[in-house]
C-alpha cells in the first residue's frame, strides 16, 4: 500500500514497533519475546503453555538419551522401555517450576502404583541447589544432573531449548506420546498419563 494512503501504513508501523518495544522493555531477557522477534518461523514459542497429544501412529522412534542422577546414578533412555515416563524439564530459580512442582509430585504419587516414573532433567542447578529445591516442595523423584545440556540437546526434537519448564509423556516404547511445553497443568498433565497407561 502506498505510503500516501491517509498515513494509515505508518501508523500501523509505529504501533507494531511500540507493541514490540513494550514487549521487549518490561522483560528484556525474556525468552519468548526473543524467540517470538527473531521471526524464525516455528509453529510454537517457547513456553507458550501448548499441549500436544500423539496417536500412537503418528509417533516417532523411542527417545535416546543417557544422563546421571544427582546421587551419581547412570540413566539411560533404554531402561524406560516397558512403562510409562514423565520426563520434566526444570531448574530451581524458574518460576512457573516451582508452581507446577506440588502437581508433579502429587501425579507421581497418584500414578505410582501403575508402574508410572517420573524423572526431573534439572538443565542448571548444581546438586545442592536442587536437593534445596527438592525438600521445599517434598519432591521424591529423582532428577538428572543436565548443567552440561547433553540431555536437553538430544530432546531438541520435542522440546525447544528455552522452554522450560517443559514436560513429556513417554509411552511404554519410549516414544512420547503427550507433550506440555510450558507449565504443566495438572489435570491436564493426569489425563496424558492415563491416556498413556490405558494403551496396550
Not at 122 to 137: K, L, P, Q, V
Not at 148 to 162: K, R, S
Amino acid at each position: 500500500m502506498p505510503l500516501g494512503f491517509p498515513g494509515a501504513p505508518l501508523r500501523l508501523l509505529a504501533a507494531g514497533v511500540a507493541l514490540v518495544l513494550g514487549l521487549s522493555g518490561c522483560a528484556p531477557n525474556d525468552a519468548l519475546a526473543e524467540q517470538a522477534n527473531a521471526g524464525d518461523n516455528k509453529n510454537y514459542i517457547a513456553g507458550d503453555g501448548s499441549v500436544t497429544e500423539y496417536a500412537p501412529e503418528s509417533r516417532g522412534e523411542p527417545v535416546q538419551l543417557t544422563g546421571t542422577f544427582y546421587d551419581g546414578t547412570v540413566v539411560d533412555s533404554a531402561d524406560f522401555k516397558g512403562q510409562v515416563t514423565v520426563l520434566n524439564i526444570w531448574y530451581a530459580a524458574c518460576a512457573p517450576c516451582r508452581v507446577e512442582a506440588p502437581d508433579l509430585q502429587a501425579l507421581y504419587e497418584k500414578h505410582q502404583q501403575s508402574g508410572v516414573q517420573f524423572i526431573g532433567v534439572n538443565i542448571r542447578d548444581e546438586a545442592a541447589t536442587a536437593a534445596a529445591f527438592e525438600r521445599t516442595f517434598g519432591i521424591t523423584y529423582p532428577s538428572i544432573d543436565d548443567a552440561d545440556g547433553a540431555v536437553l540437546l538430544a530432546m531438541t526434537q520435542y522440546v525447544p531449548p528455552q522452554a522450560v519448564p517443559s514436560t513429556l509423556v513417554l509411552d511404554r516404547q519410549g516414544r512420547v506420546a503427550g507433550r506440555i511445553i510450558g507449565l504443566a497443568e495438572k489435570s491436564t498433565l493426569n489425563a496424558l498419563i492415563t491416556d498413556a497407561i490405558a494403551e496396550p
